[in-house]
């Protein structure tokens, strides 16, 4: 296996918050012949990313989504109408307590991102409040 599949690996086990059950993932890609992700073969790495990958698009891509379009209803676009996504993250990284360590939206864990989309939902909820108190 190459380093950087690795890298990959343990990326994504501690964005989706599943670095506990790496021992078991790894034990079943490999078919029981290792527990250790280092003693992984390139191809079963591969497997392992590719499921990993499919696992991040599953959990994490609603709550994304949620996030890019409540924010780009607030304005959050550019001048063409696109998404804003350095706005976007400056927002996402300015929450406060609930992205301390202060990373972009594609890069916080199911936690940080479920907290994010709580606060998202709130700071949308008021500020369509204050457009109809002004109407």
Known sequence: ???????AIHLLLTILDMTPQKAALVESITNG??????DMTGHEAAKLLHWLRNEEDR??????GKV?????????TKLDGKLDF???????KGIGSNNH??????KLNRTELNRVVTQVEQVHKASI????KAA
């Open 1 to 7: 296996m190459q380093p950087q599949q690795n890298k």
């Open 33 to 38: 012949r290792t527990s250790s992700s280092a």
């Open 59 to 64: 959990l994490m891509k609603p709550s994304r």
């Open 68 to 76: 890019m379009h409540l924010l780009g209803l607030m304005g959050y």
């Open 86 to 92: 350095d706005r976007i993250n400056a927002f996402v």
């Open 101 to 106: 360590h202060q990373k972009d939206l594609f």
């Open 129 to 132: 409040g204050g457009k109809k």
